[in-house]
C-alpha cells in the first residue's frame, strides 16, 4: 500500500452536488405556541454532501478532482462553488442552470438527536442545454482523466442522456466509468466499468431476493450482462462487498466498530477509483475499499478517509504483512500525530530481541496492555555487536523486525542504530515508557520525554544468553 502515498490520480466526478447544513443546539422547553422542541442554536456547520461527499473522499486521498454537475444560480450555488473551491477541485465544467435551485438539506440537531430535516432543491431532469454544456466541457479534457465517478443521488444531473454521453467518451479512450447508481432504470449505466450498488438497492433493480450464495451470483449475473459491464459488484454492508469477474469473489468486512454507515457508499466509490487509478488490481482495490469504509463507518456523520489513517487501521487489524508495522523514523513520527488525534495512549519500548522467546513474548503482551499502540525500537545490528560483543546478534535487523512486527502485541517496529533510543523516544514521547525490572533504581534513557515509566520483570531463567548457551551445550551428532 505504500506506493499509494505517491498517487495523485486525476478523477473526474459527475452528479448530484449538495451542500449538508447542520444547525446544532440544545433543547429544553417546549414551544407555548404548538406541541413542538424549542431548539436554542450554539453553531451551524456545512460540509459538501451528494457527490460532493465523494469529492472530499478523494481529495483526502490525494486525488486530483475535476468536477461535472449542474448548481443553480442562487445563493447555494455560489456557496457550494467556494466550498469546491476551498478544497482546490477543478470547476470549470460545473453548469450554472437558470430557475434551478441548488441542493441544501438542513438538519437540526438537540443533544446529538436529529430532530428536523428540511430540503431546498429542484429534482426535475436538467436541461438538454445543460448535458450539451457538461458532455462539451468534458470531451475537451476527457484526455486527462484517469478515471471517470458517476455519482447519482436521484436529483436530476445524471439522466440517459448525460451518462450515456459520457461512458461512450470514457469507452472511446479507454478509460473506466464506475457508478454509484440510484433508482431501478440501470439501463442509462450500461457500458459502464462497473456499478457499486448496495443489497437494497441490487434487489430493487434485478428483481433478485439475495439470500444466498446462490442467488447473489444471480444477481451479479444480472447486473454484469443487462448493464454491459466489464465487471459487477455489490456492497454487502457488514458482509463486505461481491464482485463477479471471471467468477464471485467475495472480500469480508473489517469493521470493528459501527457508529455511522452515513456517506460509507461515497467512500467505497473514491477509494475504490482511487486504488484503480494507482494500479491496483481489482481484488487489492476492493480489499483497499472495505478497510477505508472500516475507517469511515467508525465515524459519525458524513465522513472521510486519509490513506494514513487506512495504513494504521490495516496495521491495528493485524491483516496486513509484518513489511507494513514496520517503520522509518519520519513514517513513525506521522502515526503518533495521527493516533494522537485519535486519543490513543501510545506505549514504547526497546530491545536487541536476538532469539525470541517466551520472556519477549510475555514483556510484550504486558507492555502492550498499558495502552493502545506499542511502539518497539529495535537496535541495528551494529548497536547490538555495541552491547553484546562481536557474535551478536545471532538474527539480522531485517529477520528480527519482521518477527516482532508479527506479534499480535506489537503495533509497529523502528529500528535505530544509535546506542541509545534516545531520539526515537524524544520524537515519540510516549504515554508509557516500559523497561525491563532489571532496571530498577537506574537512570533510563528518555524518561524526561514520557508521562510514565513501568517496568516489567522478566521470565526468570528465558534469555538469548541461556539459550544460546543451551544451542552450545546439546551433544552434537
Given amino acids: 500500500m505504500e506506493h499509494l502515498q505517491n498517487a495523485h490520480p486525476h478523477i473526474l466526478v459527475i452528479g448530484d452536488l449538495m451542500i449538508d447544513h447542520y444547525l446544532w443546539g440544545g433543547c429544553e422547553r417546549i414551544s407555548p405556541e404548538a406541541p413542538v422542541q424549542v431548539v436554542d442554536i450554539a453553531k451551524e456547520t456545512t460540509v459538501l454532501g451528494g457527490a460532493g461527499n465523494v469529492i472530499n473522499n478523494l481529495v483526502a486521498l490525494g486525488a486530483r478532482v475535476s468536477v461535472a454537475g449542474v448548481i443553480g444560480d442562487d445563493e447555494n450555488g455560489r456557496e457550494l462553488l467556494a466550498m469546491l473551491d476551498a478544497i482546490k477541485v477543478n470547476t470549470k465544467a460545473l453548469v450554472v442552470q437558470e430557475n434551478r435551485k441548488t441542493s441544501k438539506k438542513s438538519r437540526v440537531i438537540a443533544a446529538n438527536q436529529q430532530i428536523l430535516r428540511y430540503d431546498q432543491e429542484s429534482k426535475d431532469a436538467i436541461s438538454n442545454t445543460s448535458i450539451e454544456r457538461i458532455l462539451s466541457a468534458c470531451e475537451s479534457v476527457f484526455e486527462s482523466f484517469d478515471m471517470i465517478i458517476l455519482s447519482d443521488y436521484g436529483k436530476g444531473v445524471l439522466t440517459e442522456t448525460l451518462a450515456q454521453g459520457i461512458i461512450s467518451q470514457a469507452r472511446s479512450l479507454d478509460k473506466k466509468v464506475l457508478v454509484d ?68 469473489k467475495r472480500f469480508p468486512t473489517v469493521a470493528r466498530e459501527v ?9 467505497v466509490i473514491a477509494s475504490l477509483a482511487f486504488a484503480l487509478s494507482a494500479g491496483m488490481s481489482i481484488d487489492e482495490s476492493a480489499k483497499f475499499s472495505n478497510l477505508a469504509a472500516g475507517v469511515v463507518v467508525g465515524k459519525i456523520g458524513s465522513a472521510t478517509v486519509t490513506l494514513d489513517e487506512i495504513v494504521t487501521y490495516e496495521s491495528s487489524l493485524h491483516q496486513s504483512s509484518s513489511d507494513a508495522h514496520i517503520k522509518s523514523f519520519d513514517e513513525i513520527g506521522q502515526i503518533v500525530n495521527y493516533c494522537r488525534s485519535n486519543d490513543n495512549r501510545i506505549v514504547f519500548t526497546n530491545g536487541c530481541f536476538d532469539i525470541l522467546h517466551v520472556g519477549h513474548v510475555k514483556y510484550l503482551q504486558e507492555a502492550k496492555s498499558y495502552g493502545d499502540i506499542l511502539i518497539v525500537g529495535l537496535n541495528s545490528d551494529a548497536s547490538v555487536r555495541e552491547l553484546k560483543g562481536p557474535s551478536r546478534p545471532v538474527n539480522t535487523e531485517d529477520d528480527r523486525a519482521y518477527i516482532l512486527a508479527a506479534l499480535d502485541a506489537v503495533d509497529y517496529v523502528v529500528k535505530f542504530s544509535e546506542e541509545t533510543p534516545y531520539e526515537l523516544i524524544k520524537m515519540i ?15 533510563v534513557v528518555g524518561t524526561e520525554f514520557a508521562k510514565e515509566l513501568r517496568l516489567v520483570d522478566f521470565v526468570a531463567g528465558k534469555s538469548t544468553t541461556k539459550t544460546i548457551e543451551k544451542i552450545k551445550e546439546e551433544p552434537k551428532c
Fill in 429 to 443: 514521547a510516549p504515554d508509557v515508557l516500559v523497561k525491563g525490572g532489571d532496571y530498577e533504581g537506574k537512570k
Fill in 259 to 267: 457508529f455511522d454507515v452515513t456517506g460509507a457508499g461515497d467512500t
Fill in 181 to 248: 447508481p440510484k433508482g431501478v432504470e440501470y439501463a442509462k449505466y450500461r457500458g459502464a466499468h462497473l456499478l457499486t450498488p448496495n443489497k437494497k438497492e441490487a434487489i430493487e433493480a434485478t428483481g433478485i431476493e439475495i439470500n444466498s450464495d446462490e442467488s447473489l451470483e444471480s444477481a451479479l449475473l444480472w447486473l454484469k450482462e443487462k448493464c454491459r459491464l466489464e465487471r459487477s459488484m455489490i456492497t454487502l454492508s457488514e458482509d463486505g462487498i461481491a464482485i463477479y469477474d471471471e467468477g464471485v
